[in-house]
Every structure is written in structure tokens, then in C-alpha cells.
């Protein structure tokens, strides 16, 4: 079993940036695909951005394309969300996960992290 740790999380102004970071521990993630997902108050969670193993393919939905930027350090079993121009919307606990390809479904993960909080103010 992968054990996925998220952190970078916080409080930030709108327009503003943050990086969340989630290493993977225990069971290889060699091969695993990589996904963050999140989940506002409220709301059911859903997908944010997706990786593949290579790193050669990722995908995003479509509300952060051309703001978030996935990607991914096989050496140090870490997968990175760059997260810019951030919106009042984007505020909720960000989830990442491990599958077995890159996914936008969240039943296709077999782990997930514990979450880490972003919250944003306008």
C-alpha cells in the first residue's frame, strides 16, 4: 500500500500562488499514475489534475487549465500541484491519490492522502 502525505496548503490572497507537494511512501509508486482531486464544503470532490507515470501525460479540468501545473519527481516519489492566479472558488481541501493510470475518475485511485487545506480570500 502507497502512503500519500499532502502539504503546502494554506492561506492566500486571490491572484496569489501556492505549490502542494505529496510524497509517496511505503509500496512503490513506480508505475502508479497521479492524480489531485479536491473537495469544497458542501460539495462532492472532484477532479483537479491527473499524471501519468512518464510524466507525458497530464490532464486537467477544465476551470484551472492554464493556472495549475502538475508534475512529478520519480526520485523523490513526489508529485507537485503549482497552483497560480488563485480564485476565492478554488478554496477547499486538496486530495492526492495513486492509480493505475491518469485518470479524471476518482474510483479509478487505490490510495489517497489525508488532504491539506487551501484557502483563498478576495
Known amino acids: 500500500q502507497v502512503q500519500l502525505v499532502e502539504s503546502g496548503g494554506g492561506l492566500v490572497q486571490a491572484g496569489g500562488s501556492l505549490r502542494l507537494s505529496c510524497v509517496a511512501s511505503?509500496?512503490?509508486?513506480?508505475?502508479?499514475?497521479m492524480g489531485w482531486f479536491r473537495q469544497a464544503p458542501g460539495k462532492e470532490r472532484e477532479f483537479v489534475a491527473t499524471?501519468?507515470?512518464?510524466?507525458?501525460?497530464?490532464y486537467y479540468t477544465d476551470s484551472v487549465k492554464g493556472r495549475f501545473t502538475i508534475s512529478r519527481d520519480n526520485t523523490k516519489n513526489t508529485v507537485y500541484l503549482q497552483m497560480n492566479s488563485l480564485k476565492p472558488e478554488d478554496t477547499a481541501v486538496y486530495y492526492c491519490?495513486?492509480?493505475?493510470?491518469?485518470?479524471?475518475?476518482?474510483?479509478?485511485?487505490?490510495?489517497w492522502g489525508q488532504g491539506t487545506q487551501v484557502t483563498v480570500s478576495s
Open positions: 499524471i501519468s507515470w512518464s510524466g507525458s501525460s497530464t
Open positions: 511505503g509500496r512503490t509508486f513506480v508505475g502508479a499514475a
Open positions: 491519490a495513486a492509480g493505475p493510470s491518469a485518470t479524471r475518475y476518482s474510483g479509478s485511485y487505490y490510495d
